[in-house]
């Protein structure tokens, strides 16, 4: 089975409801055999964020009405990555615009198998726990060559406008879509799984949409 699942890597819940998606996947391709391919695409939740380098806590701070409601957010959203086994750390988080991370991403995406799902989990660790800035292209290109992609083709990549029009392209199609949080998980372009679940229960929907999915195939000769 086929499987887009929409996410931001500035977004936590992206972060924590993919880890768990992808571990649910894993584990329902054992119990049947069946392979998920997982695909990451773009959605943006604040395309406008300025690259400034801005800490994380600071603007939720002042887009959420104060310090004590942003820690108090900040504290749940921990708590649940806790549980998933992922470590946030909000207080050196900074601001960054995640355009040219997804044009880096598609760009993963054709060059390998697990290239972009390593990358992807390469910048969710650099912006939630190293404090790195992942709007910085000499950031991101770093990032590539860890996960094993040419650093300077990654490089080249960004210092132009190679899979801009792509990348929103997915944006689009996940505004078509309606998307309102994230994941959004779309399996064989037809079932769809929106928001954060817990691994179980992530198993127990891929294997409610296997069954239908062979359903429709029909009887095999």
Known sequence: MKALVFADVTDPWSYIGATRFERAAAMFSILTGEPVELTFRAFQLDPDAPNDGRLLMDVNADELGGADKAQLINAQVTAAARITGID???????????????????????????????????????????????????????????????????EALLASTEYAEEVRTQVATGEALGITQLPYVVVEQQWTLSGIHSQNDYVQALDQIYREWKAAEGPEE
């Open 88 to 154: 946030l750390n909000f207080d050196e988080a900074v601001r960054a615009n995640s355009f040219d991370a997804w044009r880096l991403l598609t760009w993963a995406d054709e060059a390998g198998p697990g290239f972009q799902r390593d990358l992807a989990h390469q910048l969710w660790r650099a912006h939630f726990l190293e404090g790195s800035d992942i709007g910085d292209p000499f950031a991101l290109a770093t990032r590539a060559a860890l996960v094993g992609l040419d650093l300077e083709t990654a």
